[in-house]
């Protein structure tokens, strides 16, 4: 049975620029949460996405935003980057309904976003 | 609002010492759960134990134990005669109801560093 799949793994932007990271969960999993992990704040969570819906959301500014598709599949997109958007991205997928603030998660590798 | 405490920034520790790693959690919720996770250096942050708020009986899963303790809000985690493979950073989290808005509320992670 595959993982989650993240990609890109590395990646490096510029201040101002926009990026898209990929996540597909593990087959049959409905819901994706996305948590950004820094070594001063440590993980925080992103938003979650069950069936095309998000579910809910971290305290993260607008710029911050992803979505879901049919197939499962979430895509999590940072605009007009800052310096202190430099983190890795974490996904995980969920096979709980009621997402993973109950069940088990599976994660990622995690897309390191470098932002100079 | 709830948090998750795990004092012990890093711990090194020769092979075959057990070593526990602690987690002190507070929130308002009646139901609650608690979670280990551990994460290689490869990144994908890994499940390894869930507990609900109503079930306080200890658990061992090989050299792995966990104690859970309501009346002290702890959830500690213990590794028996440990081994160069168990080196991680280890997360305790917490999630539960409205006082953790539906959320992972993560603590900052133990770097356990396990030496032949």
């Known amino acids: 049975k595959a993982g989650v799949t993240q990609t890109p793994r590395y990646l490096i932007k510029t201040r101002g620029q926009q990026v898209t990271l990929s996540c597909s969960p593990i087959s049959g999993h409905r819901s994706v949460s996305w948590y950004q992990q820094t070594p001063g704040q440590g993980l925080q969570f992103l938003f979650e996405y069950f069936s095309e819906t998000q579910r809910n959301k971290g305290n993260f500014p607008g710029r911050f935003s992803g979505r879901q598709f049919s197939n499962s599949r979430s895509e999590m997109n940072v605009s007009t980057l800052e310096l202190g958007d430099s983190a890795l991205y974490l996904c995980a997928s969920s096979f709980s309904p009621s997402g993973g603030n109950t069940g088990e998660l599976f994660f990622g590798e995690g897309s390191r976003l470098t932002v100079l | 609002a709830q948090k998750v405490t795990q004092a012990q920034t890093e711990i090194s520790v020769v092979e075959k010492e057990d070593v526990t790693l602690d987690c002190v959690y507070e929130t308002r919720d009646t139901t609650y759960y608690l979670f280990w996770y551990k994460q290689p250096p490869s990144g994908e942050l890994v499940f390894l134990i869930r507990?609900?708020?109503?079930d306080e009986q200890n658990e061992i899963s090989g050299r792995y134990s966990w104690n859970f303790q309501k009346s002290t809000s702890s959830f500690n985690f213990t590794i028996t005669a440990s081994q160069v493979v168990d080196s991680a950073v280890y997360f305790c989290a917490l999630s539960g109801g409205v006082d953790s808005n539906y959320q992972l509320i993560w603590g900052a992670g133990t770097k356990l560093i396990i030496k032949p």
């Open positions: 507990r609900n708020s109503f």
